[in-house]
């Protein structure tokens, strides 16, 4: 369950939606919480979001929460379902495994290569 791989973005204009995907090589153990955070072009790495995989809790910033939703499906794969996005959502958007229901990237092992997310005004 070591690599995950993200895809699903693109280009797109303010107010339109994505849905970004992530799926892990293997099983995504049941303790495990998945991540997603995303850097803007210049900045650091931020988090958005994050699920706890056996409970299904989650966990948003506040630039996001109502916008996106993070949701899962069988056992390896989570989305982020992006709506009503932002020129400020510009951004390469990674997930992230680990095992602390964390908003801080220091605490996830495992990261994608991340996907380009670009919202034109």
């Known amino acids: 369950q070591g690599q995950l791989v993200e895809s699903g973005g693109g280009s797109v204009q303010a107010g339109m939606s994505l849905r970004l995907s992530c799926s892990a090589s293997g099983r995504i153990y049941s303790s495990s919480v998945m991540g997603w955070f995303r850097q803007p072009p210049g900045k650091e790495r931020e988090f958005v979001g994050l699920?706890?995989?056996?409970?299904?809790?989650t966990l948003y910033s506040d630039s996001v929460k109502g916008r996106f939703t993070i949701s899962k499906e069988g056992a390896s794969t989570v989305y982020l379902q992006m709506n009503r996005l932002e020129p400020e959502d510009t951004a390469v958007y990674y997930c992230?495994?680990?095992?602390?229901?964390?908003?801080?990237?220091?605490?996830?092992?495992?990261w994608g290569q991340g996907t380009q997310v670009t919202v034109g005004s």
């Open positions: 699920i706890r995989w056996n409970t299904g809790r």
């Open positions: 992230a495994r680990g095992s602390q229901y964390s908003t801080s990237l220091h605490d996830y092992n495992y």
